[in-house]
């Protein structure tokens, strides 16, 4: 069984909304979602740390939401007004670790050297 099991990708146009689920099998702290486009590094695009606190890129502040469902442990990334610049493979990571009254390891972005655990990832393309 996968640790961190991602879903809900897939094709919509530009305008549109996806909602990626990752489903993991441990216990999990800082949590992140990560996009890998290809020609460009991997992107740290949304985080949510164990005291509940989100904190997204620029590049997707006030488009993409990430929650988390406690009592089932599975972290969401809700995606809206796609661009075709949001295309790519989207991962979700996690810490294993508790840190510092619940911040993430590495920053309020880490970067994905700070994540030991991934998931195998789910495509995601945005039509113009």
């Known amino acids: 069984q996968a640790q961190l099991s991602e879903s809900g990708g897939g094709s919509v146009q530009a305008g549109g909304s996806l909602r990626l689920s990752c489903a993991a099998a441990?216990?999990?702290?800082?949590m992140g979602w990560f996009r890998q486009i290809p020609g460009k590094e991997r992107e740290g695009v949304a985080y949510y740390d164990a005291r509940r606190i989100t904190t997204y890129a620029g590049s997707v502040q006030g488009r993409f939401t990430i929650d988390k469902d406690h009592r089932e442990n599975i972290l969401y990334l809700l995606m809206d007004d796609l661009k075709p610049e949001d295309s790519g493979m989207y991962y979700c990571?996690?810490?294993?670790?508790?840190?510092?009254?619940?911040?993430?390891?590495?920053?309020?972005?880490?970067?994905?050297?700070?994540?030991?655990?991934w998931g195998q990832g789910t495509q995601v393309t945005v039509s113009s």
């Open positions: 990571a996690a810490q294993l670790q508790y840190y510092d009254g619940g911040r993430c390891y590495g920053g309020p972005r880490p970067s994905g050297d700070y994540f030991p655990l």
């Open positions: 441990k216990t999990t702290y800082c």
